[in-house]
């Protein structure tokens, strides 16, 4: 086996093992009664002050969604240009 192929099963295993103590180190309720619990103050205008930063700084999403789209056509030509000396 090559050395690069032992590092990527060690990494692999302690990820694998880091996310399985993550995931049973807390419990997870997923049959209890939701609690009645504010965490935010219902009577303010939090949801008017949500949305108008929400639609008023659009342009943050907008560069993160342009910068996916285009790595995701530079990935594709990238696996479908055909290499040379190839005989297609």
């Known amino acids: 086996m090559e050395k690069i ?3 990527g099963l ?3 295993a302690i990820v694998v093992l880091t996310l399985v103590f993550t995931i049973f180190s807390k419990p997870f309720p997923a049959f209890q009664y ?3 619990i504010n965490l935010v103050d219902v ?3 939090i949801g008017k002050r949500y949305s108008e930063f929400m639609w008023g700084e659009r342009w943050q999403d907008l560069i993160a969604q342009a910068f996916v789209m285009f790595t995701a ?4 030509l990238a696996i479908f240009t055909p290499r ?3 005989k297609e």
């Not at 056509?73 to 594709?76: D, G, L, R, Y």
């Open 43 to 45: 009577e303010s205008d």
């Open 84 to 86: 040379r000396g190839s």
């Open 5 to 7: 192929s032992i590092f």
């Open 10 to 12: 060690i990494l692999t």
């Open 34 to 36: 939701a609690e009645n």
């Open 73 to 76: 056509a530079a990935s594709c």
